[in-house]
């Protein structure tokens, strides 16, 4: 009934950008906190940033002042910015949302399928 679909990962240089895009479709009523994680080979899937939808932020130690979350509630769509990616910042990105479908009165983590961002010369 709810889709996520990330877009914008890819293979970039240490030092360079990217801007991930996660669009939600399907029968939505609301969406509450939006967020994006990423999981390395061999390690836990981790938190990068999330963002209520009023708009305040959270973001890991690892990426603060380098990434910037972003939405917008008319398109039902969470961005990360990411700049001055490094080596270790290799990982496939997930978005998740709290996302209430019509005609229900909860709301329910839905995730993405996944985007690869790789960070190498």
């Known amino acids: 009934q709810v889709q996520l679909v990330e877009s914008g990962g890819g293979l970039v240089q240490p030092g360079g950008s990217l801007k991930l895009s996660c669009a939600a479709s399907?029968?939505?009523?609301?969406?509450?906190?939006m967020g994006w994680y990423r999981q390395a080979p061999g390690k836990e899937r981790e938190l990068v940033a999330a963002i209520t939808r009023g708009g305040i932020t959270n973001y890991a130690d690892s990426v603060k002042g380098r990434f910037t979350i972003s939405r917008d509630n008319a398109k039902n769509t969470v961005y990360l910015q990411m700049n001055s990616l490094k080596p270790e910042d290799t990982a496939v990105y997930y978005c998740?949302?709290?996302?209430?479908?019509?005609?229900?009165?909860?709301?329910?983590?839905?995730w993405g399928q996944g985007t690869l961002v790789t960070v190498s010369s």
């Open positions: 399907g029968r939505i009523l609301i969406i509450d906190a």
């Open positions: 998740n949302a709290d996302i209430m479908i019509a005609g229900t009165y909860s709301y329910l983590g839905h």
